[in-house]
């Protein structure tokens, strides 16, 4: 599996910014996908993840009701749209993947890591 990440980029709060992640190499329908962070001097975070399927999706309290997560079979992408962005949202993000049918949380559940893309937002 191949993940690569896009659309990053630096805006001000409260500006809106839409991630790619294009998936390669396996079927796409067969994979659990989520994005995670990691802001400089900090750990990596879950932000966002769907399931395969009918999608079931979970986010992090931080970007609830900000930031949705979807897919798109027909074009083997995940995304992430990012809205009312603030400081805090400023981080490399990456995309995953896992081969399984549920919504996963945890860093470990994922197998196959995107190499990120950073966003910058200012005040």
């Known amino acids: 599996v191949q993940l690569q990440a896009s659309g990053g980029g630096s805006v001000q709060a409260g500006a809106s910014l839409r991630l790619s992640c294009a998936f390669s190499?396996?079927?796409?329908?067969?994979?659990?996908l989520g994005w995670f962070r990691q802001a400089p001097g900090k750990s990596r975070e879950f932000v966002a993840a769907?399931?395969?399927?009918?999608?079931?999706?979970d986010y992090s309290d931080s970007v609830k009701g900000r930031f949705t997560i979807s897919r798109d079979s027909a074009k083997n992408t995940v995304y992430l749209q990012m809205n009312s962005l603030i400081p805090e949202d400023t981080a490399l993000y990456y995309c995953?993947?896992?081969?399984?049918?549920?919504?996963?949380?945890?860093?470990?559940?994922?197998?196959?890591w995107g190499q990120g893309t950073q966003v910058t937002v200012s005040s």
């Open positions: 769907i399931s395969r399927g009918i999608g079931n999706t």
């Open positions: 190499g396996r079927p796409f329908n067969q994979y659990a």
């Open positions: 995953a993947a896992t081969y399984s049918r549920l919504v996963h949380t945890p860093q470990r559940n994922y197998d196959y």
